[in-house]
């Protein structure tokens, strides 16, 4: 049953190499076992900060102008190969840490908040702005733990779960170790709407990143938007 | 009507070259890590595509086709450097290396560290790698371009991913302290 899972393997699952077989074998044993998810997590982010290295521009003048004319808007943008940088960097020297972690880990939300939110009109958008696998378990946790929730007079708790940042990469298709349970929990909880932020998204895409998003994602016109207009409406919001 | 259906194709087909180009050129960099040789490599490649472009038979295989033309023409010019033997044995230091100019993109540290990481893999794995992560080609895509095994594209990958992430493992005050060295 803990048959060694090769790094070659688990490559071609990021890579989208797999038989249909042999990737439900694999996301199986990602599901459930904490060491190759980390392990797979950690091939993904390297296969994004690759792609973060290298840009397809030719003219070098036109790049800096192109980038100097967006430096204000782009400064997002331009933490993400750091913020992936710095997770796979933080996820591959603590590696043992991170999986400690992992065993003791609750779903990220306290009984009391479970509380607040059943008996406040049950509507919570979750709002995930990091790429980092710990961050992504949790709001995976969460979504499933809030989608699976009633109110208090039954009714389920529709739940919004928006991603901006670097925290749209786990919404991509191309490999994200995450994809198979987000599309499962998307199909089981018709109450769980998955959003990735489409200013992200375009500045991604501006950058010459092909973004495609998983099919179970809708955009939102931005993360900012979206989260100002439900508060506003008295949704709780819930950063994972 | 034939001339002009001939010299419509013939536009169409370099609007598709030009439309690759600068994909062309980042894979190109990304295995020499010099501009002036990227910018030679894809202008050899789009010239010999414009002249071989009859076979080409399957257009949606355009992007492939050309990093295939483009891996001949980067091979060739290893192969007139006398000293190397093996490409897979090529490294970062036994090719003609240059200082990028600062701008704003490529004073992002991390990046920096990817690439000199990347360009210290040896180019066997280095081409590998970076037809699969920045061209997204599929392993047997790969194993056409270059001309090599399925086993040999997946065993290079997984080789090269195993020495980037040790690589990037690396404190960054390791780095710090070389060029510190360097300066003196």
Known sequence: MSQEISDELLGAYIDEELSPEEKAHLVERIATDASVRARACELWQLKQLMRSAYRPV???????????????????????????????????????????????????????????????????????????????????????????????????????FIANGSGVHLLRTGGSPFAERLIAHSNAHPNLQILACRQTVDRLRERGVAVELLSVVQEAASAESLLAARLSQGWRYVQA | MSLLSFISRTRRFEEMLGECRPRLWRLAYSWSHNRALSDDLVQD????ALIKRKQLRDPE???????????????????????????????????????????????????????????ELPLGQREVITLVDLEECSYAAVATILNIPVGTVMSRLSRARYALKDKLREPVAVAAVHKISRVK
């Open chain 1, 58 to 160: 030719h003219d070098t003048g036109k790049a800096a102008t192109r980038h100097g004319a967006k430096n204000t808007a782009s400064s997002l943008l331009r933490r993400l190969p750091m913020a992936i940088a710095a997770s796979l960097l933080m996820a591959a020297g603590t590696l043992s840490g991170w999986l400690a972690h992992e065993r003791q880990e609750i779903d990220g939300l306290s009984v009391q908040q479970m509380n607040a939110i059943r008996a406040n009109g049950s509507r919570v958008v979750l709002h995930l702005v990091s790429d980092e696998p710990e961050r992504m378990e949790t709001a995976l946790r969460m979504a499933d733990k809030l989608a699976s929730a009633q109110d208090t007079s039954g009714q389920p708790i529709h739940v919004e």
């Open chain 2, 61 to 119: 295989r355009l992007n492939s086709w050309l990093c295939s033309i483009m891996a001949n023409c980067w091979h060739d010019y290893l192969r007139q450097r006398r000293d190397v033997t093996d490409i897979d044995d090529v490294a970062e230091a036994d090719l003609p290396t240059e200082e990028s100019p600062e701008d704003g993109y490529l004073q992002n540290q991390m990046i920096r560290r990817v690439r000199q990481a990347v360009g």
């Open chain 2, 45 to 48: 490649t789009l010239a010999k």
